[in-house]
């Protein structure tokens, strides 16, 4: 179960990081966006905003972006967006999960059905995908925060479903419904975590051979490039 910053293994890939940084920018925008427009303007009392703006400092966002992001909620009322999650296949039966935020679900499903079929992949149904997957909360923390003893002890007290160590840093794994409140006792532990979202997590993973992967980071770029599309998780294992 590889730890990883979602916005963070965007921006390094195939060398494109000032055309990724207006990407990742506007997307993480348009959430902020949406959850001030569904919720309080208020980010403690309201979680989705608050985790947007999370993933706005972890991108380096500007404070005036994310302030004109809230603003929006106010004067682009018309605009309704949804979160929408599509299921499918990419090249070497690879299962995906694409989440978006749209206005309009017809060009969306267009978009990814015409990435998918580009690279002899295609769009399943509801389903179709999700049980390759766990939805799991995701907390990192850098090991220059808290010893692994420490770690350990927290996660037991809290009730996380697991804890893991890499190079560094430290990740907890919560069930979905448990996120927001290990997460509240993380940040009362820890003044700043390095990462935190709900993710979809293989179950197994599919190895690649040499020379397949360029086939599927080209894929990836592709749905990624999509202003719809917020995340994707993938089964597929890099070498």
């Known amino acids: 179960m590889a730890g990883h910053s979602h916005w963070a293994g965007i921006k390094h890939k195939k ?31 309201n979680h989705r905003l608050r985790a947007a703006i999370e993933s706005a400092k972890e991108a380096n966002m500007p404070k005036d972006n994310i302030s004109r992001a809230i603003s929006r909620s ?8 949804e979160n929408l ?15 978006t935020l ?7 499903a267009g978009s990814i059905r015409t990435a998918l079929q580009k690279f002899g992949g295609n ?35 809290t009730g996380a479903k697991d804890c893991f160590s890499y190079k560094d840093f430290h990740e907890i794994v919560t069930k979905k419904e448990d996120f927001y409140k ?24 599919v190895n690649l051979k040499n020379g397949e992967e360029k086939e599927i980071e080209n894929m990836l770029g592709l749905l990624e490039d999509d202003d719809d599309v917020q995340k994707v ?6 070498i």
């Open 15 to 45: 060398g494109r990081q000032d055309k990724l940084r207006s990407k990742i920018f506007s997307k993480i925008a348009r959430e902020i966006t949406v959850a001030a427009k569904h919720g309080s303007k208020d980010p403690n009392t």
């Open 74 to 81: 106010e004067t682009d009322k018309n605009e309704n967006f």
């Open 85 to 99: 999650r599509y299921e499918g296949f990419g090249p070497k039966n690879i299962a995906l999960i694409i989440e």
């Open 102 to 108: 749209t206005d309009n679900k017809n060009r969306t």
């Open 123 to 157: 769009l399943g149904s509801s389903g179709s995908t999700a049980h390759f997957f766990d939805n799991f909360g995701i907390i990192q923390i850098s090991k220059k925060s808290i010893s692994e003893e420490k770690l350990l002890d927290f996660a037991a007290t």
């Open 182 to 205: 290990v997460k509240s006792q993380a940040e009362k532990l820890i003044k700043n975590l390095t990462y935190s979202g709900i993710e979809w997590r293989p179950k197994s993973l």
């Open 233 to 238: 998780f993938h089964n597929c294992k890099f």
